[in-house]
């Protein structure tokens, strides 16, 4: 057993769960050595609009500018090379996968989500990247997962985004998608702003929905793998210390780095095994119940999904500026 007593917090959090870094930032995943990473619209233009991320743009745009292609076709396949070289770029830091988000605006459209897919998958083979290394992210729709669902089956491996609820978590299960990244911090959001508490710790709504998640996969043996994701401070990743991943922010690395207070495992098999959980059937008819009977869920989902639109156009205007 490794002496916890000289290691920092992200160390001892590394002994029982896999970390992710959740950012597109590739001086950030060098300094905290996370064995994956997650990117998303909205962290890609991020990082797109630095200057020293602003080769890669070019690159892009210089890959297809004389190519047949023209007007919304031209900017899609160069959006598409764009993720596709900042996954690349990132899968030659971190040992593991790069998550690469299928373009939200197709989150109700299963087969528009298939092919979509299929198009990174194949932009990643033909620079040598085996689809191993690669996680398509979908949001996690009706749509979204029975498209995923269908990908799994060809051996694209899936990470379904945008979870809020326990419905979600079950049809993904059941689906056999790969991993699933149910969001914390969003959900302590939504909670504070209706209710107007502050949440801290155990009570925290976010960390209670990812522990019931992670409870009702490990009592069912569900091999469907869970990163806590959308974290807003040290404490919700803490309680979920022992979750099989953790995708967090460079911020919040850091904090964790620079503390070397003790980190108990707070999740296991053994106790999820113990609980008294009720299998839930889930079909289309309960799962779209149950998402209406979960305004916080309904809510989120779609908030993200309108977001992440905003911010694949804003990556579309810069890509329209640079083709000029």
Same mark, same amino acid.
């Given at each position: 057993?490794?002496?916890?007593?000289?290691?920092?917090?992200?160390?001892? !959090?590394?002994?029982?769960?896999?970390?992710?870094?959740?950012?597109?930032?590739?001086?950030?995943?060098?300094?905290?050595?996370?064995?994956?990473?997650?990117?998303?619209?909205?962290?890609?233009?991020?990082?797109?609009?630095?200057?020293?991320?602003?080769? !890669?743009?070019?690159?892009?745009?210089?890959?297809?500018?004389?190519?047949?292609?023209?007007?919304?076709?031209?900017?899609?396949?160069?959006?598409?090379?764009?993720?596709?070289?900042?996954?690349?770029?990132?899968?030659?830091?971190?040992?593991?996968?790069?998550?690469?988000?299928?373009?939200?605006?197709?989150?109700?459209?299963?087969?528009?989500?298939?092919?979509?897919?299929?198009?990174?998958?194949?932009?990643?083979?033909?620079?040598?990247?085996?689809?191993?290394?690669?996680?398509?992210?979908?949001?996690?729709?009706?749509?979204?997962?029975?498209?995923?669902?269908?990908?799994?089956?060809?051996?694209?491996?899936?990470? !379904?985004?945008?979870?809020?609820?326990?419905?979600?978590?079950?049809?993904?299960?059941?689906?056999?998608?790969?991993?699933?990244?149910?969001?914390?911090?969003?959900?302590?959001?939504?909670?504070?702003?209706?209710?107007?508490?502050?949440?801290?710790?155990?009570?925290?709504?976010?960390?209670?929905?990812?522990?019931?998640?992670?409870?009702?996969?490990?009592?069912?043996?569900?091999?469907?793998?869970?990163?806590?994701?959308?974290?807003?401070?040290?404490?919700?990743? !803490?309680?979920?210390?022992?979750?099989?991943?953790?995708?967090?922010?460079?911020?919040?690395?850091?904090?964790?780095?620079?503390?070397?207070?003790?980190?108990?495992?707070?999740?296991?098999?053994?106790?999820?095994?113990?609980?008294?959980?009720?299998?839930?059937?889930?079909?289309?008819?309960?799962?779209?119940?149950?998402?209406?009977?979960?305004?916080?869920?309904?809510?989120?989902?779609?908030?993200?999904?309108?977001?992440?639109?905003?911010?694949?156009?804003?990556?579309?205007?810069?890509?329209?500026?640079?083709?000029?």
């Amino acid at each position: 057993m490794t002496d916890t007593s000289t290691l920092n917090q992200l160390d001892q !959090l590394k002994q029982f769960t896999t970390v992710v870094a959740d950012t597109g930032d590739f001086q950030s995943i060098k300094e905290y050595a996370p064995q994956d990473a997650t990117t998303n619209p909205s962290l890609i233009l991020k990082a797109a609009q630095k200057e020293e991320y602003a080769a !890669l743009v070019d690159q892009a745009v210089a890959s297809l500018k004389d190519s047949d292609l023209s007007g919304a076709a031209l900017v899609d396949a160069v959006m598409d090379e764009l993720l596709v070289l900042f996954g690349i770029e990132i899968l030659k830091i971190v040992p593991g996968r790069v998550s690469t988000e299928v373009d939200a605006r197709l989150s109700f459209d299963t087969q528009g989500t298939i092919a979509k897919a299929k198009t990174i998958i194949a932009l990643y083979e033909k620079a040598g990247i085996s689809r191993d290394r690669i996680l398509i992210k979908i949001a996690s729709t009706w749509e979204g997962i029975n498209a995923a669902k269908e990908l799994e089956k060809e051996g694209i491996h899936c990470n !379904l985004t945008l979870l809020f609820s326990l419905a979600q978590a079950i049809h993904c299960a059941e689906s056999k998608i790969t991993l699933i990244s149910p969001f914390v911090g969003r959900i302590m959001d939504w909670f504070k702003a209706s209710t107007g508490k502050t949440y801290e710790g155990a009570e925290d709504p976010g960390v209670i929905s990812v522990q019931s998640i992670y409870d009702y996969y490990k009592k069912f043996g569900y091999k469907t793998e869970v990163m806590g994701a959308s974290f807003r401070n040290i404490g919700e990743i !803490l309680e979920l210390a022992g979750c099989d991943l953790l995708t967090i922010s460079p911020a919040l690395l850091a904090e964790l780095q620079e503390s070397t207070a003790a980190v108990e495992q707070k999740l296991s098999e053994e106790k999820s095994a113990a609980k008294e959980i009720e299998k839930i059937e889930m079909n289309e008819k309960t799962f779209r119940w149950m998402m209406n009977e979960d305004a916080m869920a309904t809510e989120k989902t779609a908030q993200g999904i309108r977001a992440f639109g905003v911010d694949i156009r804003k990556l579309e205007e810069l890509i329209e500026s640079k083709l000029g």
